[in-house]
């Protein structure tokens, strides 16, 4: 008598997988063999259903819109960015601006009788160059304080900018 | 219109066009979403997950070298995000189901048929309610048996492919197939009540 197919070789015949032509023949004529085969024919057949659940029809879109996100990058990731960054060169604009006074400034230097300008070590030590502008801030508008507001409130705009995005667990995408 | 291969569609999304990964998804949307389903207990979380696994092969398509199918690194880069997600949890990973069925085997092997007095239980059962059942005691099974068993049943893949995936080899992925579907048929045979012919 031949022996009964194992339990794995029955599972590989229905998998289409079992080659062995002397068990195959065996199983052919076999009741036995058959009636565990029929056992897990119905089994084999539920198997290929798919689970149910199932997610929201909106899901690509959804994946869609964060990766459209992802590639614009933190400062243009959506409006609030925009508004932030065009509201914060206008406020830092405004801020600035008055201060700006080029005529002045000149007029001012040319009474102060600043030194010209030719980038040595001896002309940077004999500029004295910190009580010196400390002096000229006190007396005139330099354009200095204007850059000075004008890079403030950019710092201030950036700053809250990465906060929001920090905020938010914005990822930036990896660059390939 | 002619349908483009996945490389055709990696390297377009590559070169910047990022609208032709809706095709990438629309194509791999069921594969993710069985594992995630078979995977993650709490299908709150599921939708969540699923959204990240894209977002994941979107950000590293770049790192996807051809070795493989295009399915089989997806299928990786799912079953790798439901795992970190699962140990985040504290859900336990490595269960295990008794193997013990070896001797009963051996026993089988040699036994002398007498013709049987009773229809097999599950080929009476109707399909619908046997495909309901069988969904609440895959749930049941161990995390490794339930990804095996999705990953061979309805994503066709091959024990190579599947222990890629895993991280397991092809010998124990053959055992855990193997075993998970004998366990299936024991619970679903017990499930139902077994009715004499005349």
Known sequence: ?176 | MEERDDKTLIESILAGEQGDFALLLERYQKLVIHLVARMVPRASDREDLCQEIFLRIYRSLGEFQYKSRFSTWVAAVAHNTCINYLQKKRVPLYQDLAAGSEEEDEEVRRVEWVPATEASPLARAEAGDLRETLQREIEALPLHYRTILTLFHLEEMNYAEIGEITGLPEGTVKNYLFRARRVLRDRLTAHYPVEATS
């Open chain 1, 1 to 176: 008598m031949t022996d009964h197919l194992r339990d794995a070789e029955l599972q590989l015949y229905l998998d289409h997988q079992l080659a062995d032509r002397a068990k195959l023949d065996h199983l052919r004529g076999c009741p036995f063999c058959q009636e565990r085969l029929d056992a897990y024919e119905p089994l084999f057949a539920a198997l290929t259903s798919a689970p149910a659940w199932q997610p929201s029809p909106a899901l690509p879109e959804k994946v869609m819109r964060k990766i459209r996100r992802d590639t614009l990058g933190p400062l243009h990731e959506n409006l609030l960015h925009s508004i932030l960054i065009i509201g914060g060169l206008i406020m830092a604009l405004s801020l600035s601006l008055p201060y700006l006074r080029p005529a002045e400034y000149v007029e001012e230097a040319r009474k102060m009788r600043l030194p010209e300008i030719n980038l040595s070590w001896e002309w940077l030590r004999e500029l004295n160059f910190l009580p010196r502008l400390a002096e000229m801030s006190n007396r005139i508008a330099l354009p200095v304080n204007s850059i000075l507001m004008f890079a403030g409130a950019l710092l201030l705009v950036l700053l809250a900018d990465q906060l929001i995005t920090f905020a938010r667990g914005h990822q930036p995408p990896r660059s390939r």
